[in-house]
């Protein structure tokens, strides 16, 4: 047994439920380590005191330094301290935080900038046995008189879980220090440590952040005319302070001469709008983030420049087989986490040689639904099965960390069992039966009865139509009824999944300029076997006719169905005398009047194409502007040989504002007055996934 005397103090949090009972998040103290590779030492419990003593495997933890145990040991339940660690670049970020540094916590179900001032011992000082947490008290930046200006109003501690975002500086001298000095405050069980250099120069203003000569002149050296509508951009206040955001809008407002542009910022801004500048509205977005100011202010988001032959690699996540259990499920991302778990540049899944198909599929798979988590259940896959790899390092590092790095894309392209699937472009429906089929050997999501015959298995279903079967600017919900009817085919059940492809052939043919994405798709008239509504009276229907479908007199494109009654007064028309309506499978014994049980479906994802590459739209929540963009390629770091891709995730409130429209609103709409992302939503719509409302 070697024993830790005489060096420097171990640390670990555990990662995996321990045989002796310890759960994953406690953090320990290692005062010796067996022959056999385990652990003997302390867990310290609540308040930071000695809780309990024994063993613990080294592969069961983690190891930390005493900064981060104290930092972790303040956060709780112990489960959000392994979600904190597995976002290396943020949790690096916090345990090297310096005075005045800013941050932005999530404070009261809201998101507010602070400047940190110091960090809080908070336990027993000098008790044997006793790990002093660590907290921050910060200050909370004020914007109603001008954005981001500093005020002395004070916030309770902060754990380092509450901080969400940190605006890095690049000052050479920036070298926190860890000398703990006692400053004698009276309150209990609570000091404050010196540990924090001040980032301002003597002469400077506090509250200012001064950046590095070289890269404040590298920054300084790109013209503003390279940024254009979605790039990332910052503006600097009269203050030094410097927010962020995603330029939505450039151009000449209203009552001014030069150009301005619109920014999305990443945090809210109580002085800011929704989009609106003066009495018109330039795009739309969450109130309190749209900020206008003269394009010369605006400059490219240092946080993601490289100075010339540098180029940045992406921070390597820990071992994702060390903080996750694989035998546990993550769950989706909560829509109140989205923004500070998913939004940003180096989010979602990276993108890398040809995987952009396989990319956006995943992301629309897994973000927010659950409609999928059975595959993982119903596989037979060894532990380091292609299920096993799914789960484990992209759904469950997709929905806890945020970012999927292409590593662990390309190790699962590589067991699909298809060379070409890790090198060349593929579309979404040949990879979605491939992994479904025969690769998880799931059963087909989508059973379909035609003419009658046997219901046959499907994992998509292809919208087929003619182009005037329809109007110029059609929905999801009238291309499928329309396909459906005019093939014969009708739901042998209810789907908890319905994916549908639009009717276009190729990256390039599209038969419609622009399709609708019906956000609810009612699939009750297509249904077999199923109570249907009669078209003109309410009543239980027995008739179907396709002839009638398209009767200018009988609001052609919608279903017809009719009770006995109504069948028989319809066809005494001269013009529908040719009419052979067909008789409806319907459950015996149903009353007349009995009212028919609505079936319908949600839409949570759409993947798009344009030009070769896909993205997708997320809907991450009830909320109907809670709508995210996913871009696995959306920027590119260093050379082709060298750099990496950069993925992003953008907020797209606008998305769900259209979508609350009525259909006739949507289809009469001016799409060129519309953003980016409305555009993109409606003429490139490729994919429509749908599950289950219940």
Not at 197 to 225: E, F, M, W
Request: net charge neutral; with cysteine.
């Amino acid at each position: 047994m070697e024993l830790n005397e005489g060096k420097q103090e171990r640390y670990f949090i555990v990662v995996r439920r321990s045989k002796k009972g310890l759960s994953r998040g406690s953090i320990g103290r290692a005062d010796a380590e067996t022959a056999a590779g385990d652990l003997i030492g302390m867990v310290y419990g609540g308040g930071g005191s000695a809780k309990s003593s024994g063993t613990v495997k080294k592969q069961d933890t983690y190891p930390l330094t005493r900064h981060q145990a104290q930092l972790l040991l303040f956060v709780s339940p112990a489960s959000r301290r392994l979600e904190l660690m597995c976002n290396v670049q943020l949790f690096s970020a916090i345990c090297a935080l310096a005075q005045d540094d800013l941050v932005v916590v999530k404070h009261k179900k809201d998101f507010q900038p602070c400047l940190v001032k110091n960090l809080i011992q908070i336990g027993k000082k000098d008790k044997p046995g006793v790990l002093q947490m660590l907290g921050f008290e910060l200050d909370f930046v004020d914007t109603q008189h001008d954005i981001l200006s500093k005020t002395t109003v004070p916030l309770p501690f902060f754990s380092a879980a509450d901080i969400v975002q940190v605006a890095p500086s690049h000052l050479n001298t920036r070298q926190p220090l860890r000398d703990i000095i006692d400053l004698g405050l009276k309150r209990k069980a609570v000091s404050r440590i010196n540990s924090m250099p001040a980032l301002n120069s003597r002469n400077a203003k506090k509250g200012s952040i001064i950046l590095n000569t070289d890269v404040s002149s590298t920054i300084q050296s790109l013209s503003h005319s390279s940024l254009e509508v979605g790039s990332m951009a910052e503006v600097i206040s009269l203050n030094g302070l410097t927010v962020f955001g995603v330029i939505r809008w450039i151009g000449v407002p209203e009552g001014k001469k030069n150009c301005w542009a619109g920014l999305e910022l990443d945090n809210e801004v109580t002085t800011c709008s929704d989009g609106t500048f003066g009495t018109k509205r330039y795009f739309t977005c969450e109130g309190n983030k749209a900020l206008f100011v003269p394009l010369t202010n605006c400059k490219p988001d240092s946080r993601f420049l490289f100075l010339p032959n540098e180029i940045p690699k992406p921070l390597e996540p820990p071992s994702i087989t060390l903080l996750e259990d694989l035998n546990e499920d993550v769950h989706p991302v909560a829509e109140q986490d989205v923004w500070s778990h998913l939004i940003g540049r180096m989010r979602g899944i990276q993108g890398h040689f040809n995987s952009c198909y396989l990319d956006a599929t995943l992301f629309s798979l897994f973000t927010s639904s659950v409609a999928f988590n059975r595959m993982f259940s119903t596989s037979e896959d060894s532990e380091e099965g292609i299920s096993h790899i799914l789960r484990r390092d992209i759904v469950n590092r997709l929905r806890r960390t945020g970012f999927v790095p292409a590593e662990s894309v390309m190790k699962f392209r590589e067991q699909l069992g298809c060379k070409s699937f890790a090198t060349e472009e593929k579309d979404p429906e040949e990879f979605i039966t491939l992994l479904l089929k025969h690769v998880l050997h799931i059963e087909p999501l989508l059973k379909i009865r035609s003419c009658g015959d046997l219901a046959q298995g499907a994992y998509t279903h292809q919208i087929i139509v003619e182009k005037n079967q329809v109007g110029a600017v059609p929905s999801v919900q009238q291309l499928l009824e329309m396909s459906f009817v005019s093939s014969d085919l009708k739901f042998e059940e209810i789907p908890s999944c319905l994916i549908v492809q639009m009717p276009r052939f190729g990256k390039k043919f599209k038969m419609f300029p622009k399709i609708i994405p019906s956000t609810e798709l009612d699939i009750t008239d297509i249904l077999h076997c199923s109570p249907r509504e009669c078209f003109l009276c309410g009543h239980l229907a027995e008739y179907e006719c396709v002839q009638c479908l398209m009767d200018h007199k009988l609001q052609p494109g919608k279903l017809k169905q009719y009770c006995t009654t109504c069948n028989t007064q319809v066809h005494i028309h001269s013009s529908r005398k040719e009419h052979t309506p067909q008789k409806l499978t319907v459950p015996d014994h149903l009353p007349e009047d009995a009212p028919v049980q609505r079936h319908q479906m949600q839409l949570f994802a759409v993947l798009c194409i344009n030009t070769s590459h896909y993205v997708s739209f997320v809907k991450y929540g009830p909320n109907p502007r809670s709508w995210i963009f996913f871009d696995s390629m959306a920027d590119r770091c260093g050379d082709d040989n060298n750099g990496y891709n950069v993925p992003v995730i953008r907020s797209c409130p606008e998305v769900g504002d259209f979508l609350s429209q009525s259909e006739e609103e949507m289809s009469t709409a001016d799409v060129s007055q519309s953003s980016e992302m409305v555009r993109r939503l409606l003429c490139d719509s490729y994919m429509c996934l749908y599950q289950r409302t219940e």
